[in-house]
């Protein structure tokens, strides 16, 4: 590894950003692993697509933007089509199966997951979408320990929603193992 | 990287904007002032819910120009005091920013700063350093400014900054950027010391026993006004001699020495790194203090150097400082992007035009 890049994206609202902030806590902060995050902010994030970046690097990060990205998430066909071009050719475009249904063609991977599906049916709230992504993030992307990001998610997510996080977690995670 | 000092020291992760308010919280400050402006909420938004904890006051005004004014009010009863805004705001407040250098009184003003000119826009700029270095406000006031470029940075400049305004009873500026406020990277509290509390015996704060004391700006008896110029313009003096902060990176052989502050520097520093690899003696001087600058680092450096490169996210601004600093004119060279950060290949495009290299 030299740098890795993962941009999280959907609509506002989908808890993209702290997704991002959960992954990029668990690089930095439990796996020691240097890391920064940013987002979209203020006009920028408003009208639909919104997105937020992470970079992991085994050295000191300077540029805090994602411009080869690895691992591009879109949980909608807006964000889609709107995010997926700095993807670079060994990197992996992953969507959800039932809101991207046209997906962007080009020199990558694509992988597309039932992530909102397994949300709201498995663990039974769509809310947790994003940690269901974070979870296939944590097995495709293999930079950071499973237990750190889950240590991440615990301190993150509101009390009282501990036990339906680790699950939807856990949920994205074996989701994206049985297609790699 | 696996880092020496994850799980033997506490690290956060947080935004940039958040780093300025812990650093606010740890130098004692427990009065925030303030009105919303992108890109710089997260400051009020933080101090509204962590002020009361720590027993202080939050308070949003009906405006910048309110702002101020209340900065003022406290800063004079010898409290340690910050505000924050982004350009409109920052512009706004010009006016009671000029009282507070001609009253002589401590506060830190932070400016996480937006495109302009006028309205302009959200989007990353260091179109706010003239403004913040050539005081942006009348009757000839120049205030310290201090430019973090890492959110460490954004943490212990802002305590450095308290430390400064109560040491030479002035108001002190932080100039950031939507990058370095928004952006979440670790950093490590409790690296270097607060400020410790500090003797105000000239603020107001009730006469009672004691004889009746002023914090004002105006003077309109004979000479008052031009005795009074004297001992600011010393007292700048004192700051320029005393105060200089600067980051040399791989200057010591360098032979095209890149000049940029905050962000821009980040963005130098990659490709400094990049353009070592390829063989360039390429480095750096990062100023962390924009006034009082460097100027003799600058002016030493131009000398052995064989060009300068001034990166700005505006279309040249501090490049004039560079050019005062310096005789060596005819090595200066700039490179601008106005509102938007520029990326690591951009810089080593044109380190490597400078350089004579095509590849």
């Known amino acids: ?180 | 990287m696996k880092d020496a000092d994850a799980g033997t020291v506490h690290r956060e992760f947080v935004k940039g904007n958040e780093a300025i308010c812990h650093g606010a919280l740890a130098a004692g400050c427990r009065h925030y002032f303030g009105y919303p402006i992108t890109p710089q909420n997260d400051i009020p938004e933080y101090m509204s819910t962590h002020m009361a904890a720590h027993g202080g006051v939050f308070l949003q005004a009906e405006s910048e120009v309110a702002t101020i004014n209340m900065l003022l009010g406290a800063a004079a009863a010898g409290k340690r005091v910050m505000t924050s805004s982004s350009g409109p705001g920052i512009s706004l407040m010009q006016e009671g920013i000029s009282y507070m250098a001609g009253s002589e009184l401590p506060a830190v003003i932070v400016n996480i700063s937006r495109s302009g000119p006028g309205l302009g826009g959200i989007a990353p700029s260091q179109g706010d350093y003239f403004q913040a270095v050539k005081g942006g406000g009348h009757g000839g006031c120049r205030i310290p400014v201090l430019a973090p470029h890492s959110v460490q940075e954004m943490y212990e400049l802002t305590m450095h900054a308290f430390e400064l305004a109560d040491r030479y009873r002035t108001p002190v500026m932080i100039l950031g950027d939507a990058i370095i406020g928004q952006m979440k990277e670790p950093y490590t509290p409790g690296l270097c010391e607060p400020p410790g509390p500090i003797d105000k015996p000239w603020a107001t704060t009730g006469c009672a026993g004691r004889p009746r004391q002023h914090v004002k700006s105006l003077y309109l008896k004979d000479d008052d006004i031009e005795r009074h110029n004297w001992k600011l313009h010393e007292k700048l003096q004192r700051i320029e001699k005393a105060e200089v902060r600067a980051e040399s990176y791989h200057l010591e052989d360098a032979r095209i020495v890149l000049v940029a502050f905050g962000t821009a520097a980040r963005v130098c520093k990659t490709a400094i790194q990049w353009a070592r690899k390829e063989g360039i003696a390429a480095g750096m001087i990062r100023p962390v203090t924009l006034f009082p600058f460097p100027k003799t680092l600058v002016h030493e450096t131009a000398g052995k150097a064989d060009l300068l490169l001034v990166v700005e996210m505006n279309t040249g601004q501090m490049v004039e400082d560079v050019m005062i600093s310096t005789s060596h004119h005819d090595k200066v060279r700039f490179m601008g992007k106005p509102c938007a950060m520029p990326t690591p290949d951009d810089i080593l495009a044109e380190i490597r035009l400078l350089a004579g290299k095509t590849s």
Not at chain 1, 33 to 60: F, L, M, N, T, W
Not at chain 1, 121 to 134: D, H, L, P, R
Not at chain 1, 156 to 174: F, I, S
């Open chain 1, 1 to 180: 590894m030299s740098q890795y890049e993962i941009r999280f994206s959907g609509s506002g609202g989908q808890g993209l950003i702290l997704a991002g902030v959960i992954f990029a806590e668990a690089a930095a902060i439990y796996d020691g692993i240097s890391s920064v995050q940013s987002q979209s902010y203020g006009p920028e994030a408003r009208g639909g697509a919104s997105k937020s970046e992470v970079i992991i690097s085994d050295k000191k990060i300077q540029f805090p933007k994602a411009t080869s990205i690895d691992i591009c998430l879109a949980l909608t066909q807006e964000a889609a089509n709107k995010y997926y071009k700095d993807i670079k050719s060994t990197g992996i475009l992953l969507v959800d199966e039932d809101f991207v249904r046209e997906t962007p063609k080009g020199d990558f991977r694509v992988i597309k997951l039932p992530i909102v599906k397994t949300a709201s049916e498995e663990i039974g709230k769509a809310f947790v979408a994003n940690i269901v992504a974070t979870g296939a993030i944590t097995a495709l992307a293999n930079m950071v320990t499973y237990a750190s990001v889950e240590k991440a998610v615990l301190s993150r997510v509101p009390k009282g929603t501990e036990d339906m996080n680790k699950r939807a977690l856990k949920a994205g995670y074996d989701l994206a193992k049985a297609v790699m």
